[in-house]
């Protein structure tokens, strides 16, 4: 066994044992480091290993978020169905954009600027959607933290930890998985060079669908339990620009097409964030769009002195073997 899978197990170790010792604040902590390992995860499998750039992910965090939560809320369907639905009307969306880009041959900016005009106005339509709410948002009713409902959702933060936790660690084998498989030769081989692969018979299309369906598809586990979470859902906080952005941080800072790049991206720009909101409450001063600022000094420093993201460099130094998506004789 290598040094990296041993480090991993380790850190899964520390993961599982560690957080009932915390308190409340370094537990929501750690969940939103998970959340965003998790998505960043999702968000990768479409650009990192298959090349297509998707600005407009916040799309399917909130069609995901949206749909199982008014299910719960109107209808009283339990989350884990709410989660099957949410995932079929994620990759429904996904597959619409996915054919208006990829059978009419849009690519590169083109096809971001189609994620983000999806993004845009369907955050529009919510916005006067009032079975959901509309603009003045939609709420989940909170019940005693204290007692733990897995069937509902409901519960102490602990048990999202755990099930942010349970994401985040699919969401790695998932990409596992598929970097190793038949699908990821195909998704590494059309970002490498796409004309190449179709004259080689690869049929581009397809496999470019999958992608962006398998993306659409985790990122709508991961709206789920950003509404069951924090209970309350607003159309422009979800949907917004700035929260596709926020998605994508994780994965290039951390190294885009690497499995451990997501997470460790994650949990320096999570920790970053708290740690200098924590600063600034101390010391009592306020400094608006605060984080927006360290996100873009922190993607500014890893593309001047890390262009291929934090983890690469960290291994390199380290001596592990890493899977990186461009290097698939790595392990």
Partial sequence: MDRSRIGLLVLLALLLVVPPVLDRYLLSVLILILYFAFVGQAWNIVMG??????LGHALFV?????TAAAL???FGVIPWIGMLAAVAVCVAAASVIGWLAF??????????????AFAEFTRIGFDHLTWVGASGGFFLKVVQQDQVDLLHLRGHPLMFYYLALALAVGGFALSAWLLRGRLGFYFRAIRDNEEAARAAGVDTFRYKMFALQISAGMTALAGVFFAFYYNNLFPEQIFSMGRSIEIILAPIIGGVGTLFGPILGAAVLTVLSEGINELL???????????QILYGIALGLAIM??????WPAIANRLGF???IARDDDES
């Fill in 49 to 54: 290993f298959c090349g297509q750039l998707s």
């Fill in 321 to 323: 073997k890493r899977r």
């Fill in 72 to 74: 719960f809320q109107h």
């Fill in 305 to 310: 002195f890390m262009p291929n993201g934090i």
């Fill in 281 to 291: 409450s101390i010391s009592g001063y306020e400094i608006p769009g605060v984080k």
């Fill in 62 to 66: 909130g069609l995901g978020a949206y």
């Fill in 103 to 116: 059978r009419f041959g849009i690519g590169g900016t083109y096809f971001a600027l189609l994620t983000i």
